[in-house]
Protein backbone atom coordinates (compact mmCIF):
# COMPACT_ATOMS: atom_id res chain seq x y z
CA UNK A 1 0.00 0.00 0.00
CA UNK A 2 1.52 3.35 -0.80
CA UNK A 3 1.61 6.35 1.75
CA UNK A 4 -0.96 8.99 1.64
CA UNK A 5 -0.75 11.33 -1.47
CA UNK A 6 0.18 14.78 -0.77
CA UNK A 7 -0.50 16.41 -4.28
CA UNK A 8 -3.38 16.67 -6.44
CA UNK A 9 -6.72 17.73 -5.22
CA UNK A 10 -8.45 17.34 -2.10
CA UNK A 11 -10.91 14.58 -2.71
CA UNK A 12 -14.12 16.15 -1.56
CA UNK A 13 -13.30 19.33 -3.57
CA UNK A 14 -13.27 17.11 -6.65
CA UNK A 15 -16.42 15.33 -5.58
CA UNK A 16 -17.89 18.47 -4.77
CA UNK A 17 -17.11 20.08 -8.24
CA UNK A 18 -18.57 16.99 -10.35
CA UNK A 19 -22.12 17.14 -8.66
CA UNK A 20 -21.93 14.85 -5.67
CA UNK A 21 -23.21 17.83 -3.24
CA UNK A 22 -21.42 20.41 -0.62
CA UNK A 23 -17.94 19.68 0.49
CA UNK A 24 -19.27 19.01 3.91
CA UNK A 25 -21.58 16.45 2.18
CA UNK A 26 -18.78 15.23 0.57
CA UNK A 27 -16.51 14.65 3.37
CA UNK A 28 -19.25 12.80 5.30
CA UNK A 29 -19.39 9.79 2.07
CA UNK A 30 -15.89 9.98 2.65
CA UNK A 31 -15.97 9.68 6.28
CA UNK A 32 -18.88 6.83 5.80
CA UNK A 33 -16.30 4.61 4.09
CA UNK A 34 -18.47 4.97 0.52
CA UNK A 35 -15.63 6.29 -1.57
CA UNK A 36 -12.48 4.55 -2.43
CA UNK A 37 -9.35 5.57 -4.51
CA UNK A 38 -7.84 2.95 -6.85
CA UNK A 39 -9.58 0.01 -5.22
CA UNK A 40 -8.66 1.75 -1.53
CA UNK A 41 -11.10 3.11 0.57
CA UNK A 42 -10.42 6.98 0.91
CA UNK A 43 -9.44 8.55 4.24
CA UNK A 44 -10.51 12.10 5.25
CA UNK A 45 -7.68 14.25 4.12
CA UNK A 46 -7.32 12.47 1.19
CA UNK A 47 -5.40 14.33 -2.21
CA UNK A 48 -6.06 12.71 -6.04
CA UNK A 49 -4.92 13.19 -9.62
CA UNK A 50 -8.11 13.21 -11.09
CA UNK A 51 -5.99 12.61 -14.44
CA UNK A 52 -4.72 9.17 -13.06
CA UNK A 53 -6.68 7.83 -9.71
CA UNK A 54 -9.87 5.57 -10.06
CA UNK A 55 -12.49 6.93 -7.35
CA UNK A 56 -15.71 5.43 -6.64
CA UNK A 57 -18.92 6.13 -4.49
CA UNK A 58 -20.60 2.87 -3.59
CA UNK A 59 -18.93 1.16 -6.09
CA UNK A 60 -19.60 3.23 -9.13
CA UNK A 61 -17.28 5.00 -11.20
CA UNK A 62 -17.14 8.74 -10.42
CA UNK A 63 -16.24 10.55 -13.40
CA UNK A 64 -13.46 13.04 -12.48
CA UNK A 65 -11.62 12.40 -15.35
CA UNK A 66 -11.52 15.72 -17.27
CA UNK A 67 -11.02 13.91 -20.68
CA UNK A 68 -14.27 11.72 -20.52
CA UNK A 69 -17.22 14.01 -22.26
CA UNK A 70 -21.09 12.78 -22.39
CA UNK A 71 -23.19 14.07 -24.63
CA UNK A 72 -26.98 13.63 -25.05
CA UNK A 73 -28.45 13.85 -28.43
CA UNK A 74 -31.50 14.50 -30.20
CA UNK A 75 -31.25 11.84 -33.01
CA UNK A 76 -33.34 12.67 -35.75
CA UNK A 77 -34.99 10.04 -37.76
CA UNK A 78 -33.07 9.28 -40.83
CA UNK A 79 -29.54 8.91 -38.95
CA UNK A 80 -27.64 5.73 -38.27
CA UNK A 81 -26.29 4.85 -34.91
CA UNK A 82 -23.08 3.79 -35.35
CA UNK A 83 -19.54 5.21 -35.77
CA UNK A 84 -18.95 5.18 -39.42
CA UNK A 85 -21.94 3.76 -41.97
CA UNK A 86 -21.15 1.64 -44.88
CA UNK A 87 -24.17 2.99 -47.02
CA UNK A 88 -22.92 6.43 -46.51
CA UNK A 89 -25.59 7.22 -44.63
CA UNK A 90 -25.57 10.34 -41.35
CA UNK A 91 -24.10 9.07 -38.60
CA UNK A 92 -24.92 9.91 -34.81
CA UNK A 93 -21.27 11.10 -34.44
CA UNK A 94 -21.21 12.76 -37.28
CA UNK A 95 -23.83 15.21 -35.23
CA UNK A 96 -21.60 15.78 -32.11
CA UNK A 97 -17.82 16.87 -31.83
CA UNK A 98 -15.81 15.14 -33.94
CA UNK A 99 -12.84 15.50 -31.03
CA UNK A 100 -12.63 13.60 -28.32
CA UNK A 101 -13.81 10.52 -30.23
CA UNK A 102 -17.39 9.19 -28.48
CA UNK A 103 -19.51 6.83 -29.64
CA UNK A 104 -23.24 6.12 -28.81
CA UNK A 105 -24.66 4.02 -25.84
CA UNK A 106 -27.04 1.40 -27.48
CA UNK A 107 -28.81 2.12 -30.46
CA UNK A 108 -31.76 3.70 -31.98
CA UNK A 109 -33.64 2.10 -35.35
CA UNK A 110 -32.79 4.65 -38.41
CA UNK A 111 -36.02 5.85 -38.32
CA UNK A 112 -35.88 6.59 -34.16
CA UNK A 113 -35.85 9.43 -32.97
CA UNK A 114 -35.04 10.99 -29.47
CA UNK A 115 -32.52 10.79 -26.99
CA UNK A 116 -29.24 9.15 -27.86
CA UNK A 117 -26.24 8.97 -24.83
CA UNK A 118 -22.65 9.45 -26.93
CA UNK A 119 -19.59 9.37 -24.66
CA UNK A 120 -15.61 8.03 -24.56
CA UNK A 121 -16.57 6.68 -20.56
CA UNK A 122 -16.30 3.17 -22.22
CA UNK A 123 -16.80 2.17 -18.33
CA UNK A 124 -19.95 3.84 -17.67
CA UNK A 125 -21.27 2.81 -21.10
CA UNK A 126 -20.79 -1.08 -20.62
CA UNK A 127 -22.47 -0.93 -17.41
CA UNK A 128 -25.44 1.33 -18.89
CA UNK A 129 -25.90 -1.33 -21.63
CA UNK A 130 -25.76 -4.31 -19.20
CA UNK A 131 -29.23 -5.71 -19.08
CA UNK A 132 -28.26 -6.14 -15.02
CA UNK A 133 -28.91 -2.91 -14.34
CA UNK A 134 -32.58 -2.40 -16.05
CA UNK A 135 -32.31 0.95 -17.00
CA UNK A 136 -35.43 2.62 -17.59
CA UNK A 137 -36.30 3.73 -21.12
CA UNK A 138 -39.33 5.90 -22.40
CA UNK A 139 -40.68 5.95 -25.81
CA UNK A 140 -43.71 7.55 -26.91
CA UNK A 141 -45.05 5.69 -29.89
CA UNK A 142 -48.27 6.88 -32.18
CA UNK A 143 -49.53 3.63 -33.38
CA UNK A 144 -51.53 2.47 -36.68
CA UNK A 145 -55.39 2.00 -35.19
CA UNK A 146 -57.90 1.75 -37.21
CA UNK A 147 -59.46 5.45 -36.31
CA UNK A 148 -60.18 5.02 -32.28
CA UNK A 149 -57.65 4.37 -29.65
CA UNK A 150 -55.57 0.94 -28.75
CA UNK A 151 -58.14 -0.64 -27.44
CA UNK A 152 -57.15 -1.62 -23.42
CA UNK A 153 -56.59 -5.35 -23.85
CA UNK A 154 -54.05 -4.66 -26.27
CA UNK A 155 -52.50 -2.19 -23.80
CA UNK A 156 -52.65 -5.01 -21.24
CA UNK A 157 -50.93 -7.46 -23.47
CA UNK A 158 -48.30 -4.90 -23.58
CA UNK A 159 -48.10 -4.80 -20.07
CA UNK A 160 -48.27 -8.04 -19.11
CA UNK A 161 -45.75 -9.01 -21.96
CA UNK A 162 -45.95 -9.99 -25.43
CA UNK A 163 -44.72 -13.22 -26.91
CA UNK A 164 -42.29 -12.29 -29.39
CA UNK A 165 -39.93 -14.27 -31.61
CA UNK A 166 -36.84 -14.00 -28.95
CA UNK A 167 -39.06 -14.72 -25.84
CA UNK A 168 -41.62 -12.99 -23.57
CA UNK A 169 -41.32 -9.48 -22.76
CA UNK A 170 -41.08 -8.26 -20.03
CA UNK A 171 -43.59 -6.39 -17.97
CA UNK A 172 -44.13 -2.60 -19.01
CA UNK A 173 -45.48 0.51 -18.12
CA UNK A 174 -47.80 1.83 -20.70
CA UNK A 175 -50.11 4.64 -21.32
CA UNK A 176 -52.10 6.32 -23.85
CA UNK A 177 -51.90 10.05 -23.76
CA UNK A 178 -54.48 10.38 -26.94
CA UNK A 179 -55.67 8.15 -29.02
CA UNK A 180 -53.51 6.00 -31.03
CA UNK A 181 -50.09 7.30 -28.98
CA UNK A 182 -48.91 5.28 -26.52
CA UNK A 183 -45.87 5.83 -23.72
CA UNK A 184 -44.54 3.11 -23.48
CA UNK A 185 -41.33 2.72 -20.43
CA UNK A 186 -39.41 -0.69 -20.58
CA UNK A 187 -36.11 -1.74 -19.28
CA UNK A 188 -34.84 -4.41 -21.87
CA UNK A 189 -32.96 -3.32 -24.79
CA UNK A 190 -33.70 -5.71 -27.62
CA UNK A 191 -33.74 -5.12 -31.59
CA UNK A 192 -36.34 -3.11 -32.31
CA UNK A 193 -38.43 -3.80 -29.17
CA UNK A 194 -41.21 -1.52 -29.00
CA UNK A 195 -41.98 -1.77 -32.89
CA UNK A 196 -42.10 -5.58 -32.42
CA UNK A 197 -44.50 -4.93 -29.31
CA UNK A 198 -46.67 -2.62 -31.26
CA UNK A 199 -47.00 -4.96 -34.09
CA UNK A 200 -47.42 -8.13 -32.21
CA UNK A 201 -50.73 -6.66 -30.97
CA UNK A 202 -52.01 -5.01 -34.30
CA UNK A 203 -50.51 -1.81 -34.03
CA UNK A 204 -47.74 -1.63 -36.33
CA UNK A 205 -45.49 1.92 -35.00
CA UNK A 206 -45.60 4.88 -37.26
CA UNK A 207 -43.31 7.34 -35.57
CA UNK A 208 -41.03 6.07 -32.54
CA UNK A 209 -39.38 8.73 -30.35
CA UNK A 210 -36.73 7.78 -27.09
CA UNK A 211 -38.09 10.15 -24.10
CA UNK A 212 -35.88 9.41 -21.51
CA UNK A 213 -33.09 6.97 -20.17
CA UNK A 214 -32.91 6.75 -16.66
CA UNK A 215 -33.76 10.11 -14.79
CA UNK A 216 -32.06 11.78 -18.44
CA UNK A 217 -35.10 13.61 -20.10
CA UNK A 218 -34.71 16.94 -22.39
CA UNK A 219 -37.91 18.50 -23.59
CA UNK A 220 -36.11 21.24 -25.04
CA UNK A 221 -33.46 19.51 -26.95
CA UNK A 222 -34.23 20.13 -30.54
CA UNK A 223 -33.65 17.49 -32.89
CA UNK A 224 -30.16 17.31 -34.71
CA UNK A 225 -28.92 19.02 -31.54
CA UNK A 226 -26.91 18.01 -28.74
CA UNK A 227 -25.73 19.17 -25.28
CA UNK A 228 -23.07 18.26 -22.31
CA UNK A 229 -24.39 16.25 -19.64
CA UNK A 230 -24.48 17.84 -16.44
CA UNK A 231 -22.00 16.64 -13.74
CA UNK A 232 -25.22 15.83 -11.59
CA UNK A 233 -26.97 13.49 -14.40
CA UNK A 234 -23.66 11.55 -15.44
CA UNK A 235 -23.62 11.11 -11.39
CA UNK A 236 -27.21 10.05 -11.52
CA UNK A 237 -26.37 7.41 -14.52
CA UNK A 238 -23.40 5.94 -12.55
CA UNK A 239 -25.60 5.46 -9.20
CA UNK A 240 -28.52 4.07 -11.37
CA UNK A 241 -25.97 1.34 -12.81
CA UNK A 242 -24.04 1.01 -9.48
CA UNK A 243 -27.56 -0.42 -7.85
CA UNK A 244 -27.58 -4.34 -8.64
CA UNK A 245 -31.34 -3.26 -10.41
CA UNK A 246 -30.83 0.03 -11.02
CA UNK A 247 -33.94 2.16 -12.17
CA UNK A 248 -33.86 5.57 -11.76
CA UNK A 249 -37.28 7.71 -12.20
CA UNK A 250 -37.47 11.08 -13.75
CA UNK A 251 -35.28 13.90 -12.10
CA UNK A 252 -35.65 17.67 -12.54
CA UNK A 253 -35.18 19.27 -15.69
CA UNK A 254 -31.28 20.30 -15.54
CA UNK A 255 -29.80 23.83 -15.58
CA UNK A 256 -28.81 23.38 -19.33
CA UNK A 257 -25.26 23.73 -20.52
CA UNK A 258 -25.16 24.95 -24.49
CA UNK A 259 -26.32 23.22 -26.66
CA UNK A 260 -25.65 23.21 -30.44
CA UNK A 261 -28.41 24.43 -32.90
CA UNK A 262 -29.80 21.97 -35.78
CA UNK A 263 -31.69 22.59 -38.72
CA UNK A 264 -34.66 20.34 -37.98
CA UNK A 265 -37.81 20.87 -36.51
CA UNK A 266 -39.10 20.31 -32.70
CA UNK A 267 -40.25 16.72 -32.01
CA UNK A 268 -44.20 17.89 -31.15
CA UNK A 269 -44.29 14.68 -29.34
CA UNK A 270 -41.68 14.91 -26.68
N1 LIG B 1 -37.41 0.00 -29.79
C1 LIG B 1 -37.51 0.01 -31.13
O1 LIG B 1 -38.33 -0.69 -31.70
N2 LIG B 1 -36.68 0.81 -31.81
C2 LIG B 1 -35.79 1.63 -31.24
O2 LIG B 1 -35.08 2.35 -31.93
C3 LIG B 1 -35.71 1.61 -29.84
C4 LIG B 1 -36.53 0.79 -29.13
Redesign the pocket.
Known amino acids: MSGPRLTGERLQKVLASRGWGSRRACEELIAAGRVTVNGEVAQLGRRVDAEHDHVEIDGAPVGIRPELVHYLLNKPAGVVTTAADPQGRRTVVQLVPAEPRVFPVGR ?2 VD ?1 EGLLLLTNDGELANRLAHPSHGVEKE ?1 LATVATHGGPVSAGAIRRLREGVELDDGLTAPARISQPSPGVLRITIHEGRN ?5 MCEAVGHPVTR ?1 V ?1 TRIGSLRDRRLRPGTWRVLTAVEVRDLARAVAAPTGTLRPAKAPERPPCRTGSSPPNDAV
Open positions: LDTYRQVRRLR
